[in-house]
């Protein structure tokens, strides 16, 4: 039996979705939702209608690449165990969809439907999953509550609940209770985390397992072959990363590098590749007489000492921290700081800017003494100052950095083992 608050949810949300639809002038963004799920449904039944049986179907959700991130390493264990299990893939954002949209281990990837009775009971009777694995966050009653009601189990990972987040709010925490107590398993992202879900919401079904992104930045450091070609720039150079840097990002770190004695090799990673994010970019560093080159037209002409990279193509960051001293992750200073993780897992000090608040990782990163956070210019160009001209500090700091990361694998053996132990159950239902 649903809640008064869920009932009046369910029953409202097309009239919320259609009032969305009418400001669509006013917001693009909005105009970008509707858009890109014309016809979304449409697409997804000719593609299931190709699919082979399959008697495990797996299907999760993310709410963009970072939380479909976490996913990968529990994804790539149960995929290579059971090849057989047919997984799919449903994403909020544009950006997310864009970014994983030809995942070849999923036998389809689509945007999640608005989240009406109507649209969440078309999904549920295509895809006919056994399991719902929900990533972090992104909880929308219509689809949680239509999987329930067909029997599909439910299980949240990587979950976190902030201090002074919404879902503590008085006049809505009875909602959130309703919504946590639909999921099965939860597998949190810390002790703290379990405890806020128990004590606070009374989900005793909480337990910690950790963040599977630790395991997936592991993963993926084993493999940095797409940078072999820029390493011998960069041979016995100490070298600072910027990654996912926006323009506030972008000034800063400019105004300070600019005011070293002693400049590292600088390396710019552009939180976005636009053309035009990338020209004012580039008119920026013409103004202050920084000479660049794009990464696409690096030759052997490029000189690290003199010369600032410009990465102007995607897939390059994660893999160009293995070749940097120390590194730079933009977003603090905007709505907040991007992955500290990839540089970290290379042992490196990481600095941001102090919008960090949403994410656990960072936090924990900068309390452990593997970060720094700065607030100014003048706090900026003083640990650069340290870490460019004090190896030994330098290498310090990047210890801690990389045993913060190492110490926390683990949570995709967890998460993928209960997966594993369903899939098992359902191979016997089959059989029996």
């Known amino acids: 039996m ?37 016809g979304s449904i449409g697409a997804l039944e000719q593609t299931v209608a190709t699919l082979p049986s399959s008697s495990f179907r797996l299907w999760v959700h993310a709410a963009s690449v970072g939380e479909f991130e976490q996913a990968r390493p529990v994804i790539a264990r ?28 999923a036998a389809a990837v689509f945007y999640l439907p608005a989240d009406t009775r109507a649209n969440a009971r078309k999904l549920q009777k295509l895809i006919k999953p056994d399991l719902m694995l929900l990533m972090r966050y992104d909880f929308w009653p219509n689809h949680l509550l239509e999987a329930r009601k067909q029997g599909v189990r439910l299980m949240l990972a990587a979950a976190v609940l902030q201090e002074n987040s919404h879902y503590f709010n008085p006049l809505l925490k009875r909602f959130w209770q309703e919504i946590f107590t639909l999921f099965e398993q939860i597998f949190t992202a810390s002790a703290k985390d379990t405890q806020a879900f128990r004590k606070q919401f009374g989900c005793l079904q909480a337990e910690t397992a950790g963040d599977p992104r630790f395991d997936q930045v592991v993963l993926r450091s084993l493999n940095c072959s797409k940078v072999d070609h820029l390493r011998p720039f960069y041979e016995n150079r100490t070298v600072l990363c ?47 007489s920084i000479d660049c080159v794009p990464v696409s037209a690096i030759d052997q002409t490029f000189d690290a000492r003199r010369q600032v990279l410009v990465i102007d193509q995607v897939g390059y960051l994660a893999e160009l921290y293995s070749i940097a001293s120390f590194a730079y992750v933009g977003g603090g200073f905007g709505v907040n700081v991007h992955n500290t993780l990839e540089p970290a897992v290379y042992g490196l000090p990481v600095i941001f800017g102090p919008r960090h608040h949403n994410s656990p990782e960072a936090e924990g990163l900068a309390a452990a003494g593997g970060a720094t956070v700065v607030h100014d210019r003048q706090s900026l160009t003083s640990i650069l100052r340290v870490l460019t001209s004090d190896p030994a500090e330098r290498q310090r700091i990047g210890r801690i950095a990389g045993r913060f990361v190492t110490e926390r694998t683990g949570a995709t053996a967890k998460i993928a083992g209960s997966i594993e132990q369903l899939y098992a159950d359902a191979k016997k239902c089959i059989f029996a």
């Open 2 to 38: 649903n809640s008064f608050l869920l009932s009046l949810y369910s029953s409202l949300s097309p009239l919320a979705f259609g009032a969305a639809r009418l400001l669509i002038p006013l917001q693009p963004r909005l105009r970008t939702f509707f858009s890109v799920r014309e």
């Open 78 to 105: 149960l995929k290579e165990k059971h090849p057989d299990i047919a997984l799919f893939v449903s994403f909020l954002s544009d950006s997310g969809y864009n970014a994983r949209k030809n995942f070849p281990d």
């Open 242 to 288: 910027a990654g996912s840097v926006w323009e506030q990002d972008t000034a800063l770190l400019l105004d300070a590098w600019q005011k070293l004695e002693k400049r590292p090799a600088l390396i710019l990673v552009p939180h976005e590749v636009k053309p035009e994010h990338l020209q004012r970019l580039y008119l920026d560093l013409q103004k202050r």
